[in-house]
């Protein structure tokens, strides 16, 4: 199956500072990855999605760029706020599941 | 938000008990998955459904089961608890397999203590 690996696992910048989280997958079937972002005490929800056939994709002050040959996508976070501190988790999608990564703690300090 | 409720939200029991989450969504979405998350694992999905009475297994079923009598429900039930299902366990549906042609919605999550 899938197997996802997220990296760094805790991440702390200041605020107006970038951010990158990274991350690796095993399936090279794998043609949608999603990010989401998860605030404490809820549920994960989707902030931003690529699929396979696009290299990047931005909203605003978010990116996710991917590379298939190597097999590694990230997100990319600019001018972080304080309200971007949370827990963030890629995920791959293969045979109709999502496989998550490990997930990241961000920290932005004002 | 998504129509999405878990209950119970808290619950503690004891090793060897018998325990049952529920997932209720008023959305109609097909697919329903159960995940658990525990630090330095992320989420891993336990068991998912693509239909009322169809579900199958992901990766960490071992000692989980699953029922999907109605659209809007999905129950996920521990037969015997132990320590180790000590977790907190998240609902989500889809309209797509997998949310590849959408997203996933989350529910707010069930923490269960197993003693």
């Known amino acids: 199956g899938e197997n996802v690996e997220q990296h760094p696992s805790t991440l702390s910048v200041q605020e107006g500072d970038s951010a990158v989280i990274k991350c690796t997958y095993s399936d090279s079937a794998s043609n949608y990855f999603p990010w989401y972002k998860q605030e404490l005490g809820k549920g994960p929800q989707l902030i931003i999605d690529i699929r396979s056939n696009v290299g990047e994709k931005k909203d605003q002050r978010i990116a996710v760029t991917l590379n298939k040959t190597a097999k590694h996508f990230s997100l990319h976070i600019t001018e972080t706020q304080p309200e971007d501190s949370a827990v963030y988790f890629c995920a791959a999608e293969g045979d109709g599941k999502l496989t998550f990564g490990q997930g990241t703690i961000l920290t932005v300090h004002p | 938000d998504a129509g999405i409720t878990q209950s119970p939200r808290h619950k503690v029991t004891e090793t060897g008990t018998p325990v049952t989450l529920r997932c209720h969504q008023t959305?109609?979405?097909?697919?329903m998955y159960w995940y658990r998350q525990d630090p330095g694992h992320g989420l891993r999905l336990i068991h998912y459904s693509y239909g009322v009475k169809d579900t199958d297994k992901g990766e960490v079923s071992d000692g989980y089961s699953v029922s999907r009598s109605k659209t809007e429900d999905f129950l996920l039930t521990l037969e015997s608890a132990t320590s180790s299902q000590t977790s907190v366990y998240f609902c989500a549906i889809s309209e797509s397999p997998g949310g590849n042609t959408g997203e996933l919605f989350f529910g707010e999550g069930s923490r269960l203590t197993v003693l």
């Open positions: 959305e109609n979405h097909r697919y």
